[in-house]
């Protein structure tokens, strides 16, 4: 596979993985009632990257 390949199916894994941790987050705040921070604490996001999660929910 080329480079441009590689990294066309990298960039879709790195969405796929996004669009999952979101469902995620979005089950922990339907299911048990918690926050987006505290589903995200639960889920051990680091903190750098719940304003990206957040921003998305």
Known sequence: MCNLGKAVEFAGEVKGAEKT???????????????????????GIPKIDKEKYAAKL
């Open 21 to 43: 941790m979101i469902q995620n987050i979005k089950n922990l705040m339907k299911n048990l009632k918690l926050s987006a921070e505290q589903a995200m604490d639960a889920l």
